[in-house]
């Protein structure tokens, strides 16, 4: 692994992606132009993603997932028996269908746009899931290179869906397994290529904690029944563990956050990390990528008896809105952090990716890029006082 600073800036995942990009994807979705023809047109985002984040300074880098649909969606390219499914095709197998349209209708999330893969048969896989993403990212980047993957509980349990998967898998435990081999084989390939880090996306785990009990929100396709929270924590943990056991020479994080499909704060979830935290800390990873920069995220005393336990992934800049952070301001949220985290145990990132949604982008490139500059000026910053 290359020399990592003190301070190291990375970044969740998704950059947000051009109009031309999406009408690409949208016409190799409905098979207009071929997979060759569409990583063509990709290619040109993923060098103006890269160029983006080397230029704001960033240390640890992505493709921006400029060529998936979404944050985990894009495995139903990859992966034979599932269906990407939009979630208005989903509402004719729920069983209230009518309360759930109220839901989304109050979470501003849009039924057409977004996406979920389904597990319709049994799941297979020829040749990889994002091997050809980190194989362009690493041809044109000299920096750390991460690569995001869905999660194992995010994907079992967006994936399991009743009355479509059941056939299958009868349960969605039954799909873990498969899901758990297909992450674990993905890993090792990543790992034997030279990736520097790994980040599995687990955001729907707030939904667990706090979502309401009558709730199925759209995030992260969580549409599978509910359950006890303390279950499914518990089920999380396992299937991560079960995941990166034994594998070795690669950093592993887990992303966390509270939803990043609106710009309207008030849908998205509240809460501090006091409820998730036991159980992250059981998780064989080595790095928390957290969303903390809102007043969502709740109070840091949280992390009080859990210090320097893991790493921290702090986010530090709000993806969703047009502000730019002053590098000063992020200097002093690091400090109050530093309480519980030594500073060789932080990297600084946004809250989320700037385009988790290929239709949803949050964001300019413009202002996604002032963001990381400034992240990149308070490393500088914080560098100088602690190297």
């Known amino acids: 692994m290359k020399d990592t600073p003190l301070f190291p800036v990375s970044v969740v995942g998704s950059w947000t992606r051009p109009a031309w990009l999406v009408q690409a994807l949208r016409r190799r979705q409905a098979g207009e132009i071929s997979a060759a023809e569409f990583n063509r047109v990709a290619d040109d985002a993923v060098l103006a993603a890269i160029k983006y984040q080397e230029d704001a300074g960033v240390d640890i880098v992505t493709d921006g997932e400029v060529r998936r649909d979404n944050f985990y969606s894009f495995v139903v390219e990859k992966i034979a028996g599932m269906k990407l ?11 209230d269908r009518a309360g759930f349209e109220e839901i989304l209708r109050a979470l501003d999330v849009p039924a057409f746009a977004i996406k979920s893969p389904i ?8 040749n990889g899931l994002t091997l050809d993403e980190l194989e362009f ?3 044109h980047t000299d920096r750390q290179t991460k690569i995001p ?10 994936a399991w869906f009743e009355g479509l998967s059941d056939k ?7 799909l873990a397994k498969d899901v758990v081999t297909i992450l674990r084989n993905e890993i090792v390939a990543l790992k034997e290529r030279g990736v520097d880090f790994i980040q599995l996306d687990e955001p ?9 009990e009558a709730e199925q929100t759209f995030m992260c396709a969580a549409l599978g029944s509910r359950r006890d929270p303390t279950e499914e924590l518990e089920f999380a943990v396992r299937l991560m563990n079960e995941t990166v056991d034994g594998i070795s020479g690669v950093k592993f994080g887990v992303h966390i956050c509270r939803g990043n499909w609106s710009r309207k ?8 990390y006091g409820p998730l935290l036991p159980y992250l800390m059981r998780m064989h990873i080595d790095q928390l990528v957290l969303e903390m920069a809102t007043p969502r995220a709740g109070e840091l005393e949280v992390f009080k008896e859990y210090r320097n336990e893991k790493e921290l992934g702090l986010g530090v800049v709000n993806p969703r809105t047009d502000e730019i952070e002053e590098p000063a301001a992020i200097v002093q949220s690091v400090k109050q952090v530093l309480e519980y985290f030594d500073p060789d145990k932080i990297t600084l990132n946004p809250d989320c990716g700037f385009g988790t949604f290929a239709e949803r982008c949050v964001n300019t490139p413009e202002i996604a890029y002032r963001k990381l500059q400034a992240i990149g000026e308070a490393a500088k910053l914080l560098r100088r006082e602690y190297a």
Request: proline letters at 5%; zero cysteines; aromatic letters at 8%.
């Open 137 to 139: 990212l690493k041809a």
């Open 85 to 95: 499914m939009k979630v208005s095709e989903l509402l004719d197998y729920m069983k």
């Open 168 to 174: 299958a898998y009868p349960t969605r435990e039954d």
């Open 119 to 126: 597990a319709v048969e049994k799941l297979t896989v020829a």
């Open 265 to 272: 704060e008030d849908v998205l979830l509240t809460g501090n």
């Open 204 to 212: 729907s785990l707030t939904q667990v904690v706090f979502g309401d």
């Open 149 to 158: 993957l869905p999660g194992p509980y995010l994907l079992t349990r967006s």
